[in-house]
């Protein structure tokens, strides 16, 4: 015969390769309260698929029958809850594997709306209860912690919860405070995002192995990566639903469960150690799904948001400690598609370019399109016209966007700094009301914290000889009260001259120089202009953002010296001429953030002259401020220089957020 097949082999062939396209897609994977149904393009009798936990460890092999293209898989599996597995044809194993995407029932007592107020006022950090109703505060946002959350079985008090065909034990003193917490928050009116955190621990089944020791934030990601650590979180998420997801509130309710703090920031907020935005995505997506499917089969009202701060493209997409955050939210939408989708909502951060300037309609990053550098008030219909685009939307819908987290710091002592302060306020609530994809705007804080970085962002001082009790009010106190109510329009007209508006109906003004010191005009940014600089004998130079103070970033040119010589930067920039009374200065600060360094020996020439040199150890910025006015009106060369200081381990040196200002 040759080369050629029987007649016998070559019908057996024919029927495999029937049976494979018969079976080769699944279409749909949903979930009752007793069974997961998958439901198959084709027409195979029969399919074998296998199931992996979301970090891609298969744990389950089943042959189902299919009846009418769809077949049924029972909850009740020894040792494992098929709602939780991603699942394959056993003969397609390398398409993506296909989660639940939809519950067709929810247990009884789930079925009514959560509370979701139509307001959008909230309000952070609530130490006084009947002062935040006073105010009219309708959202909170809430951090719960998954080491308290968890209990030893050994304890009198510890709540057991079967789930993933075993029992995990609750820390019952812990959810009772939780109660009170959430009963207090619900009888006032008050909708709850919980902020689900992972602090430092060394416990394995809650620490995820990529987390750094000893973490900048003492915050670690979810552990989505051991059988153990997948079963805790989706256990906790599902026990945080079915208490606090209840029609009749009994224990007091919550509206969104925030997975993590600021995912993008991924050694410091949500701290997985030193990975690629690929990892970054593929493990944080994985928790968000997990707590989608964990939540979801008690009450699908209850959303989980994706926890972003205000950098939309600026950094760098190969930085593996923190990711810009349009493409790393990119792959994660990506990874959830290609899944099945699911209803993940955003949790976003859009605080003023510069933390300690409250001045937002002044942010230079914050662009008109959406490759902006960065998304803040100024700007945030970019966010909200990102996410109507139709490949960003669920089933036609745009998710929602709650601002759980932003504040406008008091910059000074002055009763003109009080009224900065209140106007940035009202502006940016003016803002938001503009966009109904938004449903809470949640100020960030109530009361001062005495350990947050030098921030005075709350309506509040805190009293004297307290870390975070209240104290006086300031004037965005009454401006708060007053928002969403009836005199709103006359306790808010005061900011409009302030913001350079003549009404709140038109947009805002043109972009004006921000961020700088007061009485100063910018005349060249370093970093803006970092592409058409000279780089020398560097062991690696480029624009990163350097996060310091209180977590907030700083744009910064990165220069790591060679072993030998001077690395150097070097531009050439033609400086304005001066008006009577002006004065021209070149201001930035250094910083080496590395522990191991013995210091970075760093200086500035000028025409090749040295007009600033200092030896910078340690992470305290160092300012430097060069009086630039003899060169005033001329075209000249401005260098930086860096020198190992004889040993370059851990020579991670930045000059943050250089620039040329001319004093008025």
Known sequence: MGSRLSSMALVSLVTAAMSLAAAAEIRSVQATLREVVFTFDGAAKEVRLRGST?????????????????????????????VLLGWRLEENPERPAQFVTDFLQVPAGYESPLLRPTEIKGLSCIVDLEDAVALGVRHVHDNVTINQLKGSPEADDAIPFDFDGATVYFNGHYVRQLDQRFRRFHDNGISVFVVFLNQDTADPILRHPGTLSAPPRMLCAFNTVTREGIRFFAASCAFLAQRYGRS????????????????????????????????????????????????????????????????WTAGDVNNRKVLP???????VHRRLREGGDIPWNLAFHPYPENLFN??????????????????????????????????????????????T?????????????????????ACAFKLVQRHPEISAFILHRHVDFKGEGGLRLGLRAYATGTVASPGEKRLVYDVFKAAGTPQEEAAFAFALPIVGMASWDEPLPPLRTAALPENTRLAFDFVNEFDTAEKDNNADVSVRDLVYAAGWLAASIYQHPSEKGWGSVSYTVSLPPLKTGETLHLATRTVVDHPQSNGVRCRILIDGKEVAAHLQQGKTPHPVDVDLSAWAGRQVSVRFQVDCNGDLTGDWFYWLEPLILVQL
């Open 54 to 82: 979301a970090a891609g460890e298969e744990i389950a092999q089943v042959i189902l029958p299919v009846i009418d293209g769809k077949a049924v898989l029972p909850l009740r599996q020894d040792g494992y809850d098929p």
């Open 248 to 311: 009749d509130a009994k224990y007091g309710q919550i509206s969104g469960l925030i997975v993590g703090n600021e995912f993008q920031q991924h050694a410091i907020w949500y701290n997985l150690g030193e990975a690629s935005l690929e990892q970054v995505a593929f493990h944080y997506g994985n928790a968000v799904r997990l707590a989608w499917l964990a939540a979801a089969r008690y009450n699908p009202d209850l959303r989980i948001y994706i926890s972003m701060e205000h950098h």
């Open 325 to 331: 955050g349009k493409p790393v939210l990119s792959e």
């Open 358 to 403: 409250p001045c937002f309609w002044n942010d230079r990053s914050a662009k008109d399109h959406f490759d902006t550098p960065k998304i803040t008030f100024r700007n945030l219909e970019q966010l909200v016209g990102f996410l109507k685009q139709p490949e960003w939307l669920y089933r036609g819908r745009c998710r929602d966007i709650a601002l």
């Open 405 to 425: 987290e932003q504040g406008f710091n008091l910059p000074g002592d002055t009763k003109e700094d009080e009224i900065t302060q209140a106007a940035a306020y």
